[in-house]
């Protein structure tokens, strides 16, 4: 159970109003540099701040308490817009994935339509602990979601699924790319159970064969 992972040294800036409980700051920002990130099952992701004109780390804060610019976004939209899906296991990592790092992205958003923006990051989770029972999905095929964080042009960032977002490269996407018509993935696949060529315990064999290969080589 690992709960918490490091982050990119993505600048950003904080709405005050997350850093005194909303209770005063609405419409001031502080400088912050995004350190870490929690995962709590049925919560939203947290992220820990470091805060440099205070010296401080601020921590628990979900993805709308951040900006790319100290300024009020158009349009200003709410967490359940920025993160589609609760965190959904303690166990999280955070990648690059390289070969979309420099695609163009367009999340598909509850309430305010299509939004472009330029991908960042993916945080995922899982089953960190096999001694604890796993009554989460996040390794479930058709529940399993990536949380891909967006840096949106409207300057707030997004934390979306793969069939809630499109990435194009300028190179290989075609003009008018297809609407896909893909279903859910709800396969385990695995390659072991299930054999029909036996089991492997009678023989020391360096090169074992299969019956089939045995057959096909005229062994």
């Given at each position: 159970m690992n709960l918490i992972c490091n982050l990119p040294a993505e600048k950003v800036w904080v709405r005050k109003e997350y850093l005194?409980?909303?209770?005063?700051?609405?419409?001031?920002?502080v400088e912050g540099v995004w350190v870490a990130c929690k995962s709590l099952p049925g919560r939203a992701f947290y992220f820990e701040t470091?805060?440099?004109?205070?010296?401080?780390?601020?921590?628990k804060l979900p993805i709308s308490?951040?900006?790319?610019?100290?300024?009020?976004?158009?349009?200003?939209?709410s967490l359940?817009?920025?993160?589609?899906?609760n965190c959904m296991d303690y166990g999280v990592m955070a990648i690059n994935?390289?070969?979309?790092?420099?695609?163009?992205?367009?999340?598909?958003?509850?309430?305010?339509?299509?939004?472009?923006?330029?991908?960042?990051?993916?945080?995922?989770?899982y089953h960190a602990d096999i001694n604890v029972i796993d009554n989460n999905v996040s390794e479930v095929p058709q529940e399993h979601k990536s949380?891909?964080?967006?840096?949106?042009?409207?300057g707030q960032y997004a934390l979306y699924p793969n069939n809630r977002m499109r990435l194009?490269?300028?190179?290989?996407?075609?003009?008018?790319p297809k609407t896909p018509d893909f279903k859910v993935s709800t396969i385990e696949y695995?390659?072991?159970?299930?054999?029909?060529?036996?089991?492997?315990?009678?023989?020391?064999?360096?090169?074992?064969?299969?019956?089939?290969?045995?057959?096909?080589?005229?062994?």
């Open positions: 005194t409980d909303h209770k005063s700051g609405h419409g001031e920002f470091y805060l440099p004109e205070y010296g401080a780390l601020y921590d308490a951040f900006l790319r610019a100290p300024k009020t976004p158009t349009p200003d939209m359940e817009n920025l993160q589609f899906w994935k390289g070969f979309i790092s420099s695609m163009d992205a367009e999340i598909r958003t509850r309430d305010h339509g299509l939004i472009k923006g330029q991908y960042i990051f993916t945080i995922d989770n949380h891909n964080c967006i840096q949106l042009e409207n194009y490269d300028l190179s290989i996407t075609p003009q008018e695995q390659v072991e159970n299930g054999t029909e060529w036996g089991r492997l315990g009678d023989t020391d064999d360096y090169f074992w064969e299969t019956p089939k290969e045995k057959e096909n080589n005229g062994n």
